[in-house]
C-alpha cells in the first residue's frame, strides 16, 4: 500500500511537472503568435508606407519631367531664336534629354536644313567656335529668365562672342541690345570688339598701368 502510494505521489509530482512545462511552453508559444502578430502589423504599416513613398516618388517623377520638358521648350525655343537671329533662319537648337549612369543628361545639337535636308550636328562641329558662343551665350539669357525664383540684378558678359566672325557680329551687338530692351534687364559686359563697343549706352576704356586700372569714359557719338 505504501509503495502505491509513493508511486500515486510520484505520478502526480510528474503531471504537475508536465503541466508546468506546458504551460511554461503555452506562454512562450502565446509570446510568439503575439510577437508575430505585432510583426505583420509592422510590416503591412511599412508595406502601406511603401506603397505611399512609391507613388510620391512616381508623383515627384512626372512633375519632375513635366518641368525638364518645360524648360527644356522654353531653352530650345530662345536659343533658336538667337540662333536664327544671329546666323540663319534655318537654324534650329535641339536638347536631347539622356539618362547616363542614373543621372540625367541634356545632349545639345544644332539642327540646319541644306537643299531640304536635316543635318544634325553638335554645337562645336557647326561653323566652328562662333555657334558656340552664341549658344552660350543663349542659354546664359535663358537660364536668367527662366530661373524661379527670378534671378535679379544685370547681365554681366566677358568678351561674349569672342569667336563670331565680322560677317554676324554686328548681329549679335544688335541680339544683346534687343536681350537688354525686351527684358528690361542691365547688361554690363566687357569687350575689345568695336563693333559690340558701339551697341552700349555708356562705354568706359580700362587701362593698366603701373599696376593701375585706368578708367576713361568714352563718347559714342
Known sequence: MVLYDEYIDKLKHQVQREKEEYYKEKGKMEN???????????????KLKSDRLLQVKLLFQNVSHFAREQSKRQMEHLVTQCLQYIFDPSFEFRI?????????????????KVNGQEIV???????????????????????MQISEPKIQGPLILDEPAKHVSEDYIMNV???????SSIFKRQIIMVTHNNHLLESADVCYRV????GVSI???LNLT
Open 32 to 46: 510568439i503568435i503575439e510577437q508575430i502578430k505585432d510583426n505583420e502589423k509592422k510590416l503591412n504599416e511599412i
Open 96 to 112: 536631347e534629354i539622356v539618362e547616363k549612369a542614373n543621372r540625367i543628361e541634356g545632349e545639345f545639337y544644332v539642327v540646319s
Open 121 to 143: 550636328t553638335r554645337p562645336q562641329d557647326s561653323r566652328g567656335g562662333g555657334v558656340v558662343d552664341v549658344i552660350s551665350l543663349a542659354i546664359r539669357i535663358a537660364m
Open 173 to 179: 551687338a544688335d541680339f544683346i541690345k534687343q536681350v
Open 207 to 210: 587701362e593698366l598701368k603701373d
Open 215 to 217: 578708367v576713361t569714359p
